[in-house]
């Protein structure tokens, strides 16, 4: 929340050349300053973007580094906005190139840095992990996709209902995430049917949003219903296993010791 109201000021920050341009006479000062104005807008767009990525990268235990280091070319775009603006504003080149060195500076003091390193990846089966970092980016895109459809229903309700969703799906994600072998078990929940939760959500949004159809709601409420169940279950039993798995392994140990004499607990 405070890293978008801090990208909002970068957008208002962005009307100042704008208005510079008509205001000062001459069409090379206009067109600097209409492009300073889309510089620092597109600075702060990247930005949102990093710090939506970084945001996501923090929030699971096994992830990628963001592809694109957006807060990085976000900070290269507002030294280049606020350079183009001082050129015009404050007369000349030095001048410019100053005032966007400190611009891009203080852009990574105040955001930092994107995550420069992949997580939760280290001394473990790298096609494994890699397979689940994929699966659930993919996961989460649907998610996302479920998230802003409903929004065109505008209905509180409904929207609630998904976030409830949402939650119970993260919920598996971290499973996954602990145990990569669990992703086989899972991956239709984290595929298949989360792209077709998707599907419906968008659909019906579209529709109770023109219709107000009561009816649609409950189908469309039942089917989230269903899904939740379906998570649950699945989510239970890939802990279930994993107990199992974790007591197959203590007694093989405990064997292992008797067998060498040693003194074992029961």
């Given at each position: 929340m405070m890293g978008r109201a801090r990208t909002s000021i970068l957008m208002a920050l962005a009307v100042i050349?704008?208005?510079?341009?008509?205001?000062?006479?001459?069409?090379?000062?206009l067109a600097v300053n209409l492009l300073s104005g889309a510089a620092i807008f597109g600075s702060a767009i990247l930005t949102r973007?990093?710090?939506?990525?970084?945001?996501?990268w923090a929030a699971r235990r096994i992830a990628r580094r963001p592809a694109v280091p957006r807060k990085i070319f976000g900070a290269?775009?507002?030294?280049?906005?606020?350079?183009?603006?001082?050129?015009t504003g404050f007369g000349g080149l030095v001048a410019g190139v100053i005032y966007g060195i400190v611009a891009a500076a203080l852009h990574l003091v105040s955001f930092g840095l994107d995550p420069m390193s992949d997580k939760g990846m280290e001394?473990?089966?790298?096609?494994?992990?890699?397979?689940?970092?994929?699966?659930?980016?993919?996961?989460?895109?649907?998610?996302?996709?479920?998230e802003d459809a409903v929004l065109?229903?505008?209905?509180?309700?409904?929207?609630?209902?998904v976030a409830s969703v949402a939650a119970k799906a993260r919920a598996m994600f971290r499973?996954?995430?602990?145990?990569p072998r669990d992703l086989t078990a899972a991956r239709k929940f984290?595929?298949?049917?989360?792209?077709?939760?998707?599907?419906a959500t968008a659909k019906f949004a579209d529709l109770y949003a023109q219709t107000r159809d009561a009816g649609a709601k409950t189908e469309y409420f039942a089917l989230l219903d269903d899904l939740e169940r379906g998570m649950d279950a699945k989510r239970e039993t890939l802990l279930v296993t994993d107990r199992t798995d974790l007591d197959v392994?203590?007694?093989?140990?405990?064997?292992?010791?008797?067998?060498?004499?040693?003194?074992?607990r029961d």
């Open positions: 050349p704008v208005i510079a341009a008509f205001v000062q006479t001459g069409a090379i000062p973007e990093g710090l939506k990525a970084e945001a996501a290269v775009l507002i030294g280049i906005g606020v350079a183009l603006g001082a050129m001394g473990v089966d790298a096609f494994q992990t890699e397979r689940v970092a994929r699966t659930i980016e993919e996961a989460e895109t649907h998610l996302a996709a479920m065109r229903a505008k209905d509180r309700e409904a929207e609630a209902r499973t996954v995430e602990d145990d984290l595929g298949v049917y989360l792209m077709a939760a998707r599907d392994e203590i007694e093989v140990l405990r064997d292992r010791l008797k067998r060498d004499g040693l003194p074992v």
